[in-house]
């Protein structure tokens, strides 16, 4: 399984694009080629297949992750 490991819960504009970016330049950490997934709030509808193939790339890391902002949207995406 290539899930992620870990997620970056953050808000607008508080440094996620640039945490993601500094974490994927480490040799052991994998971030998803596309920032912000949102599969916790706006791709509920996509199964766990579709989130596990963004991080198939980097099932040899140690840790894979991705920020999502959604995460924090409440009450837009109650169910983040």
Avoid: N
Avoid at 29 to 37: G, M, N
Avoid at 49 to 56: K, L, R
């Amino acid at each position: 399984m290539a899930l992620p490991t870990f997620l970056i819960v953050g808000a607008m504009k508080s440094g996620t694009t640039s945490l993601h970016r500094y974490l994927g330049q480490h040799p052991d950490v994998f971030v998803s080629k596309k920032k912000e997934l949102h599969f916790f709030a706006k791709h509920r509808d996509r199964d766990l297949g579709w989130y596990e193939e963004q991080f198939a790339d980097g099932s040899d890391r140690l840790a894979r992750g991705e920020p999502s902002t959604s995460f924090t949207k409440l009450p837009v995406w109650p169910d983040a």
